[in-house]
């Protein structure tokens, strides 16, 4: 404060491999959601003014525990996706989990973070998707459809409701202002905002540092 400058803090894993509100016994073995970051740092949690959750455009996962959206694409699907994303390991080369994004486990996310605002990773890698799947509801056994992620038994068996958007099948990485961005682009930005109940004010489209748009500010 007395040097009037910002400290930017970076939690690793997200709230699903969180102790207390993930997946357990899948998950980490502290808690790794954004509140913990002034306990860790020995800061009043006052101090924190924003908190920025990072969500992919489509959804990985290393190790066991409930996915429920890999259930919602083929192998192929998967392979194709995991090829677009390199969705390998960086030490063993193991192939990772992947599949839609997951807006039930994403609202879920940002509500557990208590995310202010959201930057939204990978949008490029879907440039290759003739229509863009999305993960939007889980069908329980008891054949009920909901938004609200599950814990528990009802999660190990919740199957994926699964809608469409058409994509823009053209190649994103050039784009740095939100005007840039096919219309379907945006169009699935904008779902996004609505699912997770977040503005999105970050895109990050390529690998590159400067490859990313900042919107809706």
């Known amino acids: 404060d007395a040097a009037g400058k910002k400290v930017l803090f970076e939690a690793q894993l997200g709230a699903l491999r969180d102790i207390d509100f993930g997946i357990y016994p899948y998950t980490t073995s502290s808690n790794v959601i954004g509140a913990y970051a002034p306990i860790g740092a020995g800061i009043p ?8 959750g990072v969500m992919k455009a ?6 066991d525990g409930p996915f429920v959206t890999e259930l919602a694409m083929t192998e192929e699907e998967k392979h194709a996706l995991r090829e677009a994303g390199h969705e390998y390991g960086a030490a063993t080369g193991r192939p990772r989990r992947v599949g839609p994004i997951d807006l039930v486990a994403s609202h879920y996310g940002v509500f557990c973070q208590g995310c202010d605002e959201v930057a939204l990773t990978l949008l490029d890698v879907l ?6 799947p999305m993960v939007t509801g889980y069908k329980l056994t008891d054949g009920t459809i909901t938004k609200r ?3 528990g038994m009802a999660l190990d068996t919740a199957q994926p409701v699964v809608e469409y ?5 053209c190649d994103i990485t050039a784009a740095r202002k939100w005007e840039d961005l096919p219309q379907e682009a945006r ?3 904008e779902y996004l905002e609505k699912a997770i109940g977040c ?4 895109i990050s489209v390529g690998a590159e540092r400067e490859a990313y748009i900042h919107h809706n500010v």
């Open 45 to 52: 949690g006052h101090k924190l003014t924003n908190s920025i």
């Open 127 to 132: 440039d290759y998707m003739e229509k863009i």
């Open 58 to 63: 489509y959804s990985s996962c290393v190790g």
């Open 199 to 202: 503005k999105i004010t970050y």
């Open 165 to 169: 958007l058409p994509g823009w099948h």
């Open 149 to 151: 992620f599950p814990m």
């Open 187 to 189: 169009d699935y930005v």
